[in-house]
């Protein structure tokens, strides 16, 4: 079943100069329910501005992009959220914790935009993330590794259909990036979520059966002339 | 989590200038309560105040200096008037009761004042209330020469029933200026709130026979505490008519809470000020908020980043620092109540101790609610401007390091 559809999405950005450039042109592109895609570009090349475009961050300039049935172009900024809450997760490469929040706290500030708060759920996620003991710690109280699983959980705990991770394990070594990537499988395996994971580490990268280089997927970088 | 546990969250991480902020809307907020009760308590405490009679008659001079004089026992003496002038208003057939007042001594500062039994016997100094002598004690024998005390003035004097007391010349107590004669505390006044518990008072002819005292004395009055007869409104206009505008040597203070009141109507411009001031220090108290909330917006725009891409509307972020808002300016206010509570109670002992008036109950005031309601309403307005500021934040820039 498709997930994510889209068609013709084109985003541009004015410099302070008055130059305007066009950073994403993607005619096409799709995710199947449970599918798992990694996708492959360099910095710049527009990889989180197209994740932004997906999950309702950021608005279109042109285009059209399908989630789960829903034409999230026409949504309202507000109906953008709501889908954003409830129906994507986001992983992110700095793990985007708030640092006034404990683990748990973090997980269910999450849930708290969606589906609504539940508790349960969100122990569960940790515990499962190997921070049974961890829950009631700050973030800056937690090594790198944990915050990230901390991050993993709060991406997966509305249950979303599509998880989207940019860059995830950037800041990790080799052990730690394969166990969260191990994670982070599992449970959409489990849940039959979708994942697009973004990455330029080929280590990584070659985990996933479906790989997509970015580069060929947004006629932009053609245009800029992008290496990859 | 909750809206209120995300602004409680919000708040207890910059604790510091949550802190600072409410404190300021704290005093403010005690500044404007306390102004607003005190003026209005004030001017009612002090035009209420009439010992229970409507009139006060004394030399010619100043009313509100012959009130001031007689019904409060502050201000020097306008001057004496006769017996005979006493005699005659006695006898006036509008006049329910006349009580003569006759001063010139303290008692280590505090008034001594004579008068007649009628005073504490015949009058009411509020409705339905006399005053009445502590138990153990009573009123004093006006052929001997004893004394009663107001409470206020037994306490401070330090003085019983039984104990006795030498009265010095003059209102201001100065040493080596007591007189001969002896006076015997016979009674203690149970507390009325008023003037007169800081008064010694004395039978009229002790005061007047004291030793020391020129024999004119004897045939002369401080002022006569007036009581007219009920349901004859015309009265006061009669006597004021005789007195105040055909006769030139007399005095008619009547009635005694207009006099008063036209004290705080010659003020009045000063309680506006006071008002303008108290106003003022709130609204930069509100702007404080803003101006705090406002900066903090910037330290937090990664943080707001973080909540919009979980999923929050841009209507929550606005709420939450709306809320923020509110709730400094409502724990300031709770402080602030408290502040003004002793505020109130401080100027209230001041004033009893200066005055012997009591403030009525600091909780009953209308201000109380309505203030607080728009001090915290101010806040939430104010905190609207870094609210739309922190629904704005870009959260695609504010996020992670783009790619």
């Not at chain 1, 969100?122 to 590794?145: C, F, H, I, K, W």
């Not at chain 2, 005789?242 to 006099?259: C, D, M, S, V």
């Not at chain 2, 980043?305 to 999923?311: F, M, Q």
Request: hydrophobic share 45%.
């Amino acid at each position: 079943m498709l997930l994510l559809n889209i068609t013709e999405l084109q985003k541009r950005f004015v410099d302070p100069e008055g130059k305007s450039t066009c950073v994403v042109d993607v005619p096409r592109f799709s995710i199947q329910a449970g599918q798992e895609v990694a996708l492959r570009g360099s910095s710049g090349s527009g990889k989180t501005t197209f994740l932004h475009l997906i999950s309702g961050i950021l608005s279109a300039d042109s285009g059209r992009i399908t989630l789960d049935g829903i034409e999230m172009t026409t949504l309202s900024s507000s109906d953008r959220d709501r889908l954003r809450a409830t129906k994507i997760g986001t992983i992110f490469q700095t793990f985007n914790l708030l640092q006034g929040y404990t683990c748990l706290e973090n997980v269910l500030l999450g849930m708290s935009f969606g589906p609504g708060p539940d508790r349960g759920r969100a122990r569960q996620l940790l515990e499962r993330m190997g921070l049974a003991n961890r829950m009631d710690y700050y973030p800056r109280q937690l090594s790198v590794g944990q915050q990230q699983r901390v991050a993993v959980a709060r991406a997966l705990a509305n249950r979303p259909k599509l998880v989207l991770a940019d860059e995830p394990t950037g800041n990790l070594d080799t052990v730690h990036a394969a166990a969260a990537l191990r994670l982070v499988r599992e449970i959409c395996r489990e849940e039959s979520t979708a994942l697009l994971w973004v990455s330029h580490d080929p280590t990584m990268l070659s985990q996933f059966d479906e790989r997509l280089d970015f580069h060929e997927l947004n006629r932009a970088c053609a245009v800029s002339g992008i290496a990859l | 989590m909750s809206l209120l546990q995300i602004v409680w969250k919000s708040l207890r991480q910059h604790a510091f200038s949550t802190g600072v902020t409410a404190f300021s809307i704290a005093l403010a907020g005690a500044l404007l309560l306390s102004v607003w009760i005190l003026q209005d308590q004030t001017r009612r405490t002090f035009t209420g105040m009439d010992a229970g009679f409507d009139a006060v008659l004394g030399a010619r001079g100043s009313k509100l200096q012959l009130v001031m004089n007689s019904i409060f026992h502050l201000e020097e003496s306008s001057g004496n008037l006769r017996l005979e002038d006493f005699a005659e208003i006695q006898k006036n057939p509008h006049v329910e009761l006349a009580v003569p007042l006759a001063l010139g001594d303290n008692v280590k500062g505090h008034r001594v004042v004579g008068t007649s039994l009628e005073l504490f016997t015949r009058s009411e100094y509020r409705p339905g209330l006399q005053h009445v002598v502590e138990a153990g004690g009573r009123f004093f024998d006006p052929n001997n020469r004893e004394a009663v005390l107001g409470s206020f003035a037994a306490h401070k004097l330090g003085l019983k029933p039984g104990d006795s007391i030498h009265p010095s010349h003059g209102l201001n107590y100065a040493e080596g200026h007591e007189h001969e004669d002896e006076y015997v505390v016979v009674g203690i006044l149970k507390p009325s709130n008023t003037p007169a518990d800081r008064v010694v008072w004395i039978p009229l002819e002790g005061l007047q026979l004291m030793t020391g005292h020129t024999e004119k004395a004897a045939e002369e009055l401080s002022a006569v505490l007036v009581k007219l007869k009920a349901g004859n409104a015309t009265a006061g206009f009669l006597l004021d008519q005789k007195y105040n505008k055909e006769g030139t040597r007399l005095t008619w203070a009547w009635p005694i809470g207009r006099i008063m009141a036209q004290l705080f109507d010659k003020i009045g411009w000063f309680d506006r000020i006071l008002e303008l001031i108290a106003g003022l220090v709130a609204v930069v108290a509100v702007a404080s908020v803003t101006a705090s909330t406002y900066n903090s917006m910037n330290e937090r725009r990664r943080e707001i980043a973080i909540l919009r891409a979980l999923g929050a509307r841009r209507f929550t972020i606005f709420s939450a620092v709306v809320m923020e808002a509110t709730v400094i300016a409502t724990v300031g206010m709770v402080v602030g109540l408290v502040f003004s509570a002793g505020i109130f109670a401080v100027v209230g002992g001041i004033l009893r101790t200066q005055v012997g008036v009591i403030l009525e109950g600091w909780a009953g005031h209308s201000v109380l609610w309505w203030g607080p309601l728009v001090m915290v309403s101010l806040a939430a307005l104010a905190g609207t401007i870094p609210a739309w500021k922190a629904c704005r934040v870009d959260v695609a820039q504010n996020l992670s390091p783009t790619s």
